[in-house]
Structure formats: structure tokens, C-alpha cells
């Protein structure tokens, strides 16, 4: 299995809903990140796991929580969102510690209403 | 990680080679350059990447100069799939090194 997988491809909320995106990889990469994207900018890092611990936090607002319960699975948990934070949510892995390149999931869209 | 300069766009037709371009004047000795697409609203695939000396896989070939201030991403043939956008990345690599930025990277359109 070379794929990481995310769920759900779309996804619609509310400003008071709480939901989550689910990512899962079989390639036994012990690293795994969330990115967030908007239309025609980059992908911009929002965390980063590494060994199932989070080493990276970019700053990134309360209302979003990472979670990675095992080396397989990481999830994002959304709680309180606003509008702007509609995007492509993205997540990746990789071999720890490797020049190896990052493997990234299609994505999930978001849309905030 | 050092910073990357890439045209914001090119175009090449179908069959042909395309040639992408990457200025990377600030890289250190152990920072790798790597290469990356985005087909629209998917996300984004490795290509490839190097270190010192040239690298070929079944996508792309690159081309890293001796001083490896520049590199150059080649598709030998190019198809209407390969229109993406395409971003050069430099940044250490192994260790505990985990951050991936990436910068605004080159629109490349492929043409009948």
C-alpha cells in the first residue's frame, strides 16, 4: 500500500459543529503532517507528528487539535471554525529521520458556512 | 531551508521536452533540492529530488549544477497530464528535520 488515505473527501460544517478529518497511511512512516491550502496559494504546514508525538505546531489556532492515536492514523479535529478557515485540508507522510520524499493524501475540502 | 526563485509560469508543448528552472543561490552543503507537482485540486506528488549528482526516475530527470546554486527539472516528454503546478524545494533532510515548505512554484501548461 502506497497511498495515504483521507476522509471525508468534502466536507460542510457550521461555526458551532465539531468534526473531524481522518488520515491513514500503511507505509510504516513514522512522520505525518497536516497542511491547510486555499485556492491558487500553496500548501502551508500546520503540525507535524513524528514517532506519534507532535513536534511542530505552526501556530496554528486552539480551534484546531491534532490527534494521532497510533503510527497509522492522524486526525484533525475542528471545533468553532470561521469562515476563512474553508480550504483543501492535506495530509502527508514520510519516512522519519530519511531523505525520503513525502507522500500526500487528495485531500479533503472544506467549506465553513 | 534556503529559499528557491521559479518562473511563476511556463508553457510546452505536447511531446516536447519541458525544461523547469530553479534558482536556489543560498543552498547549504547538506540540503537536498526536491521537486514536487500539484495536478489541480489534488494533492501534491513527489517527483524527485538530489543532492549533489544528477538524478533520472520514470518521471523526471534532474539536473543539479556543480556549484548547486541552480537545478533543472526535466520532462522528457511532456504530456497534457503534466500540466501542474511544479515547486523546487530546497531543505535539510534526516534527522529531525520535518519541516516541507512550500513556495509559489511554476504553472506549467502543457499544450496540444
Known amino acids: 500500500d502506497t497511498e495515504v488515505t483521507q476522509t471525508p473527501k468534502h466536507l460542510v460544517m457550521g461555526m458551532t459543529n465539531k468534526k473531524s478529518l481522518k488520515c491513514e497511511q500503511h507505509?510504516?512512516?513514522?512522520?505525518m503532517y497536516w497542511y491547510k491550502q486555499k485556492a491558487k496559494k500553496p500548501p502551508e504546514l500546520m503540525f507535524v507528528y513524528s514517532y506519534e508525538k507532535l513536534s511542530i505546531n505552526e501556530s496554528v489556532p486552539s480551534r484546531f487539535s491534532p490527534e494521532c492515536p497510533n503510527s497509522s492514523l492522524l486526525n484533525l479535529h475542528l471545533h468553532a471554525l470561521q469562515p476563512e478557515d474553508s480550504a483543501l485540508y492535506l495530509c502527508a507522510s514520510s519516512p522519519a529521520g530519511t531523505p525520503g520524499g513525502y507522500t500526500f493524501g487528495s485531500g479533503t475540502r472544506l467549506t465553513v458556512v | 531551508d534556503a529559499k528557491t526563485t521559479q518562473p511563476p509560469s511556463m508553457d510546452c508543448a505536447e511531446g516536447r521536452a519541458a525544461n523547469l528552472p530553479c534558482n536556489h543561490s543560498?543552498?547549504?552543503?547538506?540540503?537536498?533540492v526536491y521537486w514536487y507537482r500539484q495536478i489541480h485540486s489534488q494533492g501534491p506528488q513527489y517527483i524527485i529530488h538530489?543532492?549533489?549528482n544528477n538524478e533520472t526516475n520514470e518521471m523526471a530527470s534532474l539536473i543539479i549544477t556543480e556549484d548547486r546554486k541552480s537545478s533543472t527539472l526535466i520532462l522528457p516528454h511532456a504530456t497534457l497530464r503534466d500540466t501542474a503546478v511544479y515547486y523546487c524545494?530546497?531543505?535539510?533532510?534526516?534527522?529531525?528535520?520535518?519541516?516541507?515548505?512550500f513556495g509559489k512554484g511554476t504553472l506549467l501548461t502543457v499544450n496540444p
Open positions: 538530489g543532492l549533489k
Open positions: 524545494i530546497v531543505r535539510v533532510s534526516g534527522g529531525s528535520n520535518y519541516k516541507l515548505t
Open positions: 507505509m510504516g512512516h513514522r512522520a
Open positions: 543560498t543552498i547549504s552543503g547538506n540540503e537536498y
